[in-house]
């Protein structure tokens, strides 16, 4: 046999035998490729007459089934003989089966190989080649066209929850690898195979949030709400718009170090139990988790306000390069129970557990010392104002 048979199933469906295409989506062909369809779908079993004739009739079909079932199977056999002499479908005990031994270019097996060799690596620099090798398979639905036909829904289904999780487990490598440029490029990639994925947003927006992005996470927030609205006549979930919402609400006004206590002090003595989304219950727990042992020393409120130069031409452009870099520096000075958020455009509030003010002191002279060789030519300062909560 000269050449392999190439069968694309994911987002447009082809059958080609080397540079020819022999797939039809014509009416006439219809189903003649719906039963190559059901057999490559359940191509590792044999596949009754019977289940044959259900799929093709499901509800009324013609007078003698079998014997359209054998002409339409004829038609077929010899669609994929078109390269030479070759049985692609086996029959017997009255049931078809697609010949495990005949080689084929299937791009779902590809795609759950790599899938596979990635689940049996142990570092992200392992496998972050084979998740994208796999990622860049995956071009839309399984069976596209056909998608929501009963049988293989289940089967599309499947393969979108298998890349949905090899999405979330590539951009969670990046994120620990603080490369928010890979996320972003990774969810716009995506958003065009699933355009109603709230996760995928979410993580577009956060990621352009890290890297001082704003109006275009605000642009991707708006577009995408309006975008629910006129689909589904409905927001989208609380879940996204708290955890969106709270990365967008940061505005352009400075605030010092006793306004925001104020504001945080009259929150705190609300009464009754805090509800709040999945998402911050989540990380809440994780911070008790980390944090558990050093709860017993005091905390401290540290604010950190990034101020451009006098007479910067390009001072948006500073302080963004600026605020991404003193996130990278808290995150990696910082320890496992401390708290991080930014406050407002130029400003990041922390929460520090230490034994005495002076130790808290030092910590941020660490960060101030990291920022100060890691934002070298970025023409910013850094100023911290420090205060013990319940001072």
Not at 62 to 79: A, C, E, G, V
Not at 134 to 152: P, V
Not at 213 to 222: L, N, S, T, V
Not at 269 to 281: L, V
């Amino acid at each position: 046999m000269s050449d392999v048979l190439t069968v694309k199933t994911l987002g447009k469906f082809s059958v080609s035998i080397g540079d020819t295409v022999i797939s039809d989506n014509s009416t006439r062909s219809h189903k003649v490729w719906k039963i190559f369809k059901y057999l490559i779908t359940n191509r590792h079993k044999m596949v009754t007459v019977e289940a044959l004739i259900d799929v093709l009739w499901p509800d009324e079909g013609p007078d003698n089934p079998q014997k359209s079932l054998y002409t339409l199977m004829s038609r077929l056999r010899k669609l994929l003989n078109t390269g030479g002499d070759v049985n692609y479908i086996l029959f017997q005990h009255d049931s078809y089966q697609w010949d495990p031994k005949l080689p084929i270019d299937l791009d779902v097996a590809d795609f759950e190989h790599w899938i596979k060799l990635a689940e049996g690596l142990h570092t992200d620099e392992e496998k972050v080649p084979l998740l994208k090798n796999a990622i860049e398979i995956y071009t839309g639905d399984y069976m596209g066209e056909s998608a929501f036909e009963i049988w293989i829904l289940p089967v599309t289904n499947y393969y979108k929850r298998i890349y949905m999780r090899s999405l979330s487990e590539l951009a969670e490598i990046y994120s620990r690898a603080g490369d928010q440029d890979e996320i972003i490029q990774l969810c716009n990639k995506a958003i065009e195979i699933e355009p109603f994925e709230e996760s995928l947003h979410e993580r577009l927006i956060k990621a352009l949030f890290i890297n001082g992005e704003m109006p275009a996470a605000k642009q991707i927030y708006k577009r995408f709400t309006e975008a629910v609205k006129k689909e589904f006549g409905a927001e989208p979930s609380e879940e996204f718009r708290a955890s969106c919402g709270s990365m967008l609400s940061i505005g352009n006004k400075q605030l010092n170090l006793t306004t925001i206590k104020k504001k945080l002090d009259g929150e705190s003595r609300q009464n009754g139990a805090y509800f709040c989304t999945a998402d911050i219950f989540n990380q809440i727990y994780v911070f008790d988790k980390r944090s558990d042992e050093r709860m017993k020393f005091p905390i401290f409120l540290a604010l950190i306000t990034v101020e451009p130069e006098l007479h910067d031409s390009n001072e948006e452009k500073s302080l963004r390069s600026a605020m991404l870099t003193l996130r990278q520096c808290l995150m990696g000075t910082l320890r496992g129970g401390d708290i991080v958020s930014q406050y407002s455009k130029n400003q990041f509030l922390l929460m520090l557990s230490a034994r005495l003010l002076e130790d808290a002191k030092t910590a941020m002279s660490r960060v101030k010392g990291q920022f100060e060789n890691a934002g070298a030519g970025i023409p910013c300062k850094i100023l911290i104002h420090l205060s013990q909560i319940g001072k």
